[in-house]
Each structure stands twice: as C-alpha cells, then as structure tokens.
C-alpha cells in the first residue's frame, strides 16, 4: 500500500478536514467541541493558517484525499504567550496506528523549527493512549492534568497536557 503525502493543507482539504473534524465531535470525546461544525466554520479556522510563521496546517494525503492533519494554534490570547502554539492532531478514522500521525507532527515541528516558537502544548482528553503514545514518541513531557475540565456525553473529563520545546 502506498505511503500518504504528507503536505501542507490547501483550501480544497477542508471539506475533507470537517468530515474527519465532526467524526471526532460527535462520537468521541477527543474533542470538546459539542455542535459539528459547518463548511463556513471550517474555513474561518483554516484562514487562520499561513505557509509560514507561527500558525500552519500539514495534511496526509491519500487517493486524493486528506486523511489527517496537524496544526499549531495560538497557545494563549495574551501578547508574552505568542512564542508558544497549541498543537492538534486528528486522523480519519481506520488511519490511527499507521506512523501517519509521526509524519505529519514531524513535518509540523520540521517547519515551526524555521520559525519563532519556542514551545508546544498539547491537551489530551483522557483516556487516549493512542495520543499519548504519539506526544511521548514526538518528545512531549507530561506537564500536569486539568481534574473534570471538559463535560460531554453526560460525564467529566480530564485533560493531560503535554509539552515540549520546538527546537531540540
């Protein structure tokens, strides 16, 4: 079987990228969010996005298709914050466990090491062993878990935050 591309994301990903988004909405707790989102709604978050700097989006592709992506946000809203971006990660379903997410943070990391941030934070929602063996194998440390932080499908939910430095 052939490898995905791994590229950086292009507009044309995202109607791919929400199928792949409102899978992990609406039956996982993996993400917060509880509402799918809608096309227009994942192209404001895909404008937010350059082809350099602090805010960037790597897709895998296969047959044509994106298949996953990673990005890095704004970590906080607060100016002294700005070195620091918030790292996401999401596959489609029946693609976790293939090395894709590895390359796609890699190629991640690879671009925000040209670029001026100096650390990266992930939030897990436990449990999720998968996530947390990527984060360990990319090099994050455990930092600390939010108790209870995130409530959906009538429960609590953890976070466990993972950081690491950019340039290592």
């Known amino acids: 079987m052939n490898e995905p591309a791994i590229r ?8 791919a990228l929400l199928e792949i988004y409102n899978h992990y909405i609406v039956n996982t707790h993996i993400t917060f969010d509880l509402e799918p989102h809608t096309l227009d709604q994942r192209l404001a978050w895909f ?16 047959g044509g298709r994106a298949i996953g992506w990673a990005s890095s946000a704004p ?3 607060r100016a002294a914050y700005q070195t620091s971006v918030e790292t996401s990660i999401y596959l489609a379903p029946g693609e976790i466990g293939r090395g894709i997410g590895f390359r796609l943070y890699q190629a ?3 671009a925000l090491e040209r670029v001026d941030v ?9 449990p999720n062993e998968t996530s947390i063996g990527l984060h360990k194998r990319m090099r994050f440390v455990l930092v ?22 950019v340039k290592q």
């Not at 404008?47 to 296969?62: L, N, S």
């Not at 100096?118 to 897990?124: K, L, N, S």
């Not at 009538?154 to 690491?164: C, H, L, N, S, T």
């Open 75 to 77: 970590f906080k809203e």
């Open 8 to 15: 950086r994301a292009e507009i044309a990903d995202v109607p």
């Open 47 to 62: 404008a937010t996005f350059g082809d350099a700097g602090r805010y960037q989006c790597f897709v895998a592709e296969h």
């Open 144 to 165: 600390g878990t939010y108790r209870e932080v995130g409530y959906k499908f009538g429960r609590f939910w953890d976070v466990a935050i993972y950081e690491r430095p």
């Open 118 to 126: 100096h650390r990266a934070y992930g939030g897990i929602s436990l």
């Open 108 to 110: 991640l990391f690879d």
